[in-house]
């Protein structure tokens, strides 16, 4: 899903958020890498599809699940199954799957693109790093990381509700709901900063949001009036976040306060190495050494080792003889 059909954007204000903490911006570059680093895998990592993928693919329309397994292998057989990024077998928004409990999809798909076209990505993220920094700037990266997750999350969730309303379930994938929840947010703090169509039309940033929201209501009334899809765009997931970006705005919600503090985007992105672990062998009874307890000095070696030392202090070390030096040493050894 996306607005890569829309010629927009250049933030004419952009400029004045050169300004700001880097930690503010690294979490929109941060998340374009990770878009990015998304995509070229989709790219990658291919894999024919699943038989769950087989209705996308072929008109399966009234077929049983039996006559669509049929089908599936027959292709399979014939060598001509499409393939598809194996990324997308396992995170793309498909409501199916998810009410099968594969809950990860409501946010995961919010990292993948369509790989058919380099465009969707392209505008999704160029739209999130020219909105994305002054808003993470004013809202802080910490904050505006559990917006940009939520406002996925929120989109998902419009977007399913809208699908069984029409009784559809298409499989969606792109950030475009949470960039528009971020293009909203924009525009409700800078209402007046212009944006500049195709590089040229000045454009108040409220308006531009407004014009972006006709164009998405619009195809879904059509929809709602029984005229069915007009395109593959996932329009419904482009209103849920632009919803929630102006609750979120209105409501004055904070997400980041909810969150442990010791909990961080850094933290997540850190790869410590662990210290190596050891080996514990337990010590035999055979293996302890209990001390020995010091033996008692008999009177007469205490009375004698008292006079030897009475006699260094009066004339030094040099007055003892070789055997009195012996005693002393050997008593030092004995009775410590």
Do not use: C
Request: glycine share 8%; net charge positive; hydrophobic share 45%.
């Amino acid at each position: 899903m996306g607005i890569e059909n829309r010629e927009y954007m250049r933030d004419g204000t952009s400029s004045h958020y050169r300004g700001g903490s880097p930690a503010m911006q690294n979490i929109v570059k941060t998340l374009v890498i990770v878009n990015v680093l998304v995509f070229i895998a989709q790219n990658l990592l291919q894999a024919p599809i699943s038989v769950s993928d087989f209705p996308r693919y072929y008109n399966t329309n009234g077929a049983s699940q039996e006559q669509i397994q049929e089908a599936y292998l027959e292709v399979k057989a014939a060598g001509r199954l499409p393939e598809e990024p194996l990324l997308n077998q396992w995170f793309t928004l498909d409501s199916t799957k998810v009410f099968q409990g594969q809950i990860w999809r409501l946010t995961t798909y919010d990292f993948l693109h369509s790989t058919e076209s380099i465009w969707h990505i392209f505008f999704n993220m160029w739209l999130l790093y020219l909105a994305g920094k002054p808003v993470a700037d004013k809202y802080g990266h910490r904050e505006f990381l559990w917006f940009y997750l939520i406002a996925g999350v929120f989109s998902a969730v419009f977007y399913i509700v809208w699908g069984a309303i029409n009784r559809e379930a298409v499989a969606a994938v792109g950030a475009s709901g949470a960039v528009s929840a971020i293009l909203v947010l924009y525009a409700m703090n800078w209402p007046h900063h212009r944006w500049y169509i195709y590089g040229i039309i000045p454009v108040p940033a409220m308006l531009l949001v407004l014009i972006s929201a006709g164009l998405d209501l619009f195809p879904m009334l059509i929809q709602l009036g029984g005229g069915g899809r007009t395109d593959n765009i996932a329009h419904s997931a482009h209103i849920g976040g632009m919803l929630f970006g102006f609750l979120y705005f209105r409501q004055k919600w904070t997400f980041s306060s909810y969150v442990p503090k010791g909990f961080s985007l850094k933290k997540i992105l850190s790869f410590k190495r662990k210290p190596k672990l050891k080996i514990h062998r337990p010590v035999s009874s055979a293996e302890i050494v209990v001390p020995k307890e010091p033996q008692p000095i008999p009177a007469h070696v205490a009375q004698r080792v008292d006079e030897l030392l009475e006699k260094i202090s009066r004339s030094g070390e040099a007055s003892l003889t070789s055997e009195e030096r012996d005693f002393l040493n050997e008593s030092s050894r004995k009775y410590r």
